[in-house]
């Protein structure tokens, strides 16, 4: 009997109808939850143990380290991703990330650890990580079949949600209990085992982009493929949107900076509150992302309505005092994160043309986080000079021109503004090439 089937409503979810997707996106939950504890672990051990003059500036250094790798590796990410097995590229970032934690684990164990050992460790980790997250997405279609892909997406980014849950949960309270040592062998531990997952996964063999792709991407490169320059050129409304997101970038990534700096100068709480304030984040970010494709509206207008909501729920705790208010804010900025993330990038998946998006996704994940380092050491020196409630205020402030940016964004091939990714009918689902540069849903998950 064939009924279940037919029946998309009891469908089970995708992680479990696709075995290889779903091992995969489980090795993405353990990397990025080993980088996050890692971070946040760190940063609380600068702030609460490490460092007694200074705190801002440490922390907000370690982080800027921490984010510098996807921006200064973005060519190398692409050309890597493009030219090489993209589980071999997965395997060999969380391999690579599990050695290097062992080894801060062994000299953590062996005596003091300095300073420069925790920074070095960090960009060694997230340099792995610039690597694992756009070959993920990159490899995506050679997962999932089409009308999968938004609901691949929908879990893909989760991951970053689960992640906050889950590693920046244990960060703060593994290292208050285990100091760093025991934080690097459980992040070590996640590595190697994300890594013997990817092993046991087989990839689809990915088309060739056919004459349809060639029209879209316009002039390339004698290699066949274009400059990731190029990339972004070919695509200008495409290329707003992100700038209006790494715009927004300098004010929300600020967040991981104040959290450590507001639980222990305002609430003076130790590591638990910082892991509930993280996990809090995390946990909006989760339910944002399995509920974004309900969310209506169309992208542009929708993102600029969430950073709005996000400059709001931001800016509470400049104003009111109290660890549960914080976590409640820090919900809803969570959720608006998540509706955002699966919106554009779903969005992002229909109008990059195939032979793009392996150089696509390395640039966006760089020109995303060209902001993180300033907005680290920013908002770290501002940290030692006033109070968090002030850098809340700062950072809800920030927010708003962003908002109005791509509320006012319009597709400059068509002067109008984005279509809604509304739902297909049959036609296009039994023919999802139909409408190759529409961002359409699959009647689930996006």
Known sequence: MTAVTTDEGRRPPLVLRNRAFGTVWLAQVLTQAAVRMFQVGVSWWLIAYAVADGRGLASGLFMAVSTLPAVALAPVVARTVARFAHR?????????????????????????????????ATLALAACQAFFDPCLTTSVPELVDDEDIEAATGFEMSTQSLASLG?????????????????AVGCASAYLVAAGLITTVRFRTPAAPGADDSAETGVEEAGGRRSLRGILAGL????????????????TTAVFVIIPLYTKSVLADGGSTVALLEASLGVGTLIGSF?????????????????????LALAAPGLFTGRFVFAGCLVVAGWCVGVIGVRFVALFQRLVPTADKPGFFAVMQAVLGATFPLA??????????????????????GLL??????????????G????????????????????PTEPVATGGQR
């Open 416 to 435: 109008q503004h984005d279509p809604d990714t509304g739902q297909r009918d049959d036609a296009d689902v039994q023919d999802p090439q139909a409408h």
């Open 88 to 120: 071999s590229v997965l395997r060999a970032a969380a391999g690579g990330a599990g050695v290097a934690a062992a080894a801060l684990a062994g000299w953590a164990y062996a005596g003091g650890l300095p300073l420069a050992a925790a920074y070095a």
């Open 167 to 183: 590693g920046a949960l244990m960060g703060a309270l593994i290292v208050d209990g285990a100091g760093v040592a025991g934080l």
């Open 291 to 311: 509920t974004g494709a309900r969310v209506p509206g169309r992208p542009t207008a929708l993102g600029a309505w969430l950073l709005a909501l996000m400059a």
């Open 236 to 251: 200008p409304f495409v290329r707003r949107i992100l700038l209006c997101f790494t715009a927004a970038n300098l004010f």
């Open 401 to 414: 021109p962003a908002a109005c940016a791509l509320a006012l964004l319009r597709d400059p091939g068509t």
């Open 376 to 397: 680290s050491l920013l908002f770290g020196l501002l940290g030692d000079r006033l109070s968090p409630q002030t850098l809340c205020l700062i950072q809800a402030a």
